[in-house]
């Protein structure tokens, strides 16, 4: 919009934050494998050793991908562990594309090479003798705890809040409705969205995503953690609420061009 060529100018001084990638962690029950035991009048015979049968690692799989609305080539590679990343993607994909990997639409299908393989390995174990029971914790009740990330959906909903969640480790200011309000003034929505006639525009940095953004300001006050790509709606709402608390104290205090 006009007059963002000032605003959204990066400041000498940009808020410098650290991310902490949160981890996952899991405890499992281990339980005893009963062989079995024979008796006979002859001598007894020896254990059979233990043995190990690894399974093997699955190769890559070849997949179609149907981009869906608020995607982008990183997003899409990281959800897909897609070994070289988003370029390797693009490459694979550069005839559907086009030449600006940042321009991919809803509708359009990818051929995705992952590398997920199977969870784990298996291994079957022979023994001759009855294996001392685990022992239980206090209570008597033997318990297995698994902790599992927290996911969000993908759409503004969904970007939203995990952007509030991404902002509330780093300390930045914002809310909900602050979020969604200028969202739906700047762009209705749309993390594709571009201004490609304000005054920001004609000096050769168009304002982008869902806060329209410009890539000075969004390379200023990126967020650690987040993926470069301004057209990533977390990676840009984080940006933007970043900018909002330097320059307004917050995103809730911007009611119009900022």
């Known amino acids: 919009m006009a007059g963002r060529g000032k605003h959204r100018r990066p400041r000498t001084n940009p808020l410098t934050r650290g991310f902490i990638a949160a981890g996952t962690g899991g405890a499992a029950l281990t339980l005893p494998l009963l062989g079995a035991t024979h008796a006979s009048a002859a001598e007894p015979q020896s254990a059979p050793a233990a043995q190990s049968v690894p399974q093997a690692a699955q190769p890559a799989k070849s997949l179609t991908y149907t981009v869906v609305k608020g995607d982008s080539l990183a997003r899409i590679a ?13 490459k694979d994909n550069r005839t559907a594309v086009g030449d600006n990997p940042k321009l991919i639409h809803p509708g359009l299908k990818l051929t995705v090479k992952t590398t997920k393989t199977s969870a784990a390995k298996k291994t079957a174990t022979q023994s001759s003798a009855p294996a001392k029971p685990a022992a239980k914790p206090a209570g008597g009740v033997a318990q297995a705890t698994q902790a599992s990330a927290k996911t969000y959906a993908d759409n503004l909903d969904g970007w939203i809040r995990e952007s509030l969640d991404i902002m509330a480790q780093k300390g930045i200011p914002g809310s909900y409705d602050g979020i969604y309000r200028n969202i739906m003034r700047e762009s209705s929505g749309n993390p ?5 006639w304000d005054s920001n525009a004609v000096a050769g940095t168009p304002s ?20 470069f790509d301004p057209y990533d709606p977390v990676a840009n709402i984080t940006a933007a609420c970043n900018y909002a608390a330097d320059r307004y ?4 205090n911007v009611n119009g061009p900022y």
Do not use: C
Request: charged share 15%.
């Open 208 to 227: 982008k995503g869902l806060l329209q953004v410009i890539d000075p300001t969004f390379a200023a006050y990126h967020v650690a953690g987040t993926s």
């Open 249 to 252: 104290g917050s995103i809730d």
């Open 78 to 90: 990281d959800r897909h562990d897609v070994s070289g990343g988003w370029k390797q993607l693009y």
């Open 192 to 196: 594709q969205a571009i201004n490609n």
